[in-house]
């Protein structure tokens, strides 16, 4: 095979594995137009990284890591309802991210990778950025787990048992900026937030713990990253939407299933 | 009274925007007694727990607990979010403190053992109050603090739960701090009762509070009448899963 596409593969699964447990919390705790919004803000990040001239993958991480942070800082001040607030920057800053690209002609940048995803673009500075940042990711979901856990049931229950509701809940919002931006070369940004979604809400009807759904995602990430890759390679298809697509077919077949077979459904 | 004061909060004041939600309240709570707070709805009882939890400051007065209290809480409601599967057992596992009794004694003594591998999403909302003192009991508390515990419950089992809130003080020795709607039910149990309407009306035994001017005032005669003569007795109890049991002195 290839380079590039047992690049793509090792960077897919890598990303895959984090974003099982990490996009369970995404679901639980209703974060997804979050997530939606974290990444089209990604695009401005990359303009601006083209703009000034710097590390692409640097800019995208910074760039995402600050909006994620200015993000958590308007929702707590509560002026304006989340989904409003998260309508406004969303499609204003990838508005913003499109205007500068298109004026900065002085360097010819292929949109639809970054909006849809390509495996021809991971290169090995990539891939490092990605095993080094999802390594990171791992670490730190293994260590707060239960604090996540607890926040997520009830926050103010979690409070006075002593956990640090703000603190923890800023650092998921930081880890799930950190993974899109990684990952958005290889699902594009507009669909990186199914990544999040699909493979927990397939894991959901298998599962009967929280830590059964997280590893069931991951699984079901991997299987889709895989399969999905192969059908790019193979059919000469995006990468994104084939992912996409095949997480999908796994979530259809789980939910689907129970019905199918006549069990009564939960 | 020379037991250990758990809580001593003076001179409360909280106001949300121009609204005075509390005035120059005054609340202790010490050691192996249970105080409960009634109120008519918007009279700032959860405000005033809240701010006993640390949850909110308030905007004057001082509130001092030894340090290193262990509280446990049992908030008013818990949505359980339907994209999260969540059993009994893992629930409680979650927040465990480290020196509580295991799991399946506390369930055994909220007596929801059989609840143990259950989906919190497929119990009975009386049931789910039940795990949420469990939960307040793993953290081995010096401290319960209940906000209106027996929502949802019917009255038999409200009866009930309370009767278990009085065993759980006297086992653990542990203040307890709790709101409630029910004063003919908490009557029997409660050490001190707190009326609050934004400032505290009355208190004292639950005898004398239920006769007070002020908490008749607040409640209407009739109601309070009602309300504090309403005792009569069945010839059988049931349990939480509904079976008869027989009275054990009956």
Redesign the interface.
Known sequence: MADFIVRALLAGICIALVAGPLGSFV??RRMSYFGDTLAHSSLLGIALGILMDVNLQLAVIVSSLLFALILVLLQTRKTLSTDTLLGILAHSTLAFGLLILSLSNTVQVNLVAYLFGDLLTIGSSDLYWIMGSTAVIGILLAVFW?SF??I???E??????GVQVGRVHCLMVLMVALLIAVSMKIVGVLLITSLLIIP??AA?RL????E??AIGASIAGCLAVSLGLLMSYRLDTPAGPSIVVTACFFFLVTYLSPALLGKRS? | MDKVCLIDAVDICMQFGDRQVLQHVDLKVHQGEIVTLVGPNGAGKTTLVRIVLGLLTPHSGTIARPAGLRIGYMPQKLHVEPTMPMTVKRFLALAHHANGEPINRILEEVRIGHLLNQQLRAISGGELQRVLLARALSQSPQLLVLDEPAQGVDVAGQAELYQLINEIRNRHHCGVLMISHDLHLVMATTDNVICLNHHICCHGRPEQVSVDPSYLALFGKKEAKTLAVYTHHHNHQHDINGCVIEKKNG
């Open positions: 679901v639980w239960n856990l607890t997520t049931v009830h103010e229950l979690a409070q006075v048992e927990p809400a959901r599962a009967s713990t929280p059964q759904m939960q």
